[in-house]
């Protein structure tokens, strides 16, 4: 079993309950973690049975670019779904960070999880 990594994908997306967040958007970071079995890829060295990477990039960038949530929480249990039901995994985990946030208050960012099983485990 292995686990791939995609770390730290930015993209400007437009969610968030307030109008202004939806009219002006903002800066969304998200990281992927797949777990699936590396022997299955790794024993032939061939692209065609590993999950790839650009693909699951794609994925997520038509999600938090094309579409437009109220929540993250539901943007990233979305994005999950969507990777879940597009490759053949055991589990995906979706970190996404939005950096600008409207609360009266200094921090980095606010950051949601979530986790899938696939249909491989």
Known sequence: ????????????GYHGVQDFEK?????????IKIRYPFSR?????????AVDYQ????????????RKYHL????????ANALVEQFDLDEV???LR???VPIDAVLDYVEVEVSRQGAAS
């Open 41 to 49: 890829c790794s024993t032939e060295d061939t692209l065609n049975k």
């Open 98 to 100: 939005k950096t600008k």
């Open 72 to 79: 993250i929480e539901t943007l990233a249990e979305h994005t």
């Open 93 to 95: 985990t979706v970190i």
């Open 23 to 31: 009219e002006l958007g903002g800066r969304f970071e998200v990281d």
């Open 55 to 66: 693909l699951v990039y794609q994925v997520v960038e038509d999600m938090v670019t094309k």
């Open 1 to 12: 079993m292995g686990i791939l990594t995609i770390k730290n994908l930015v993209f400007y």
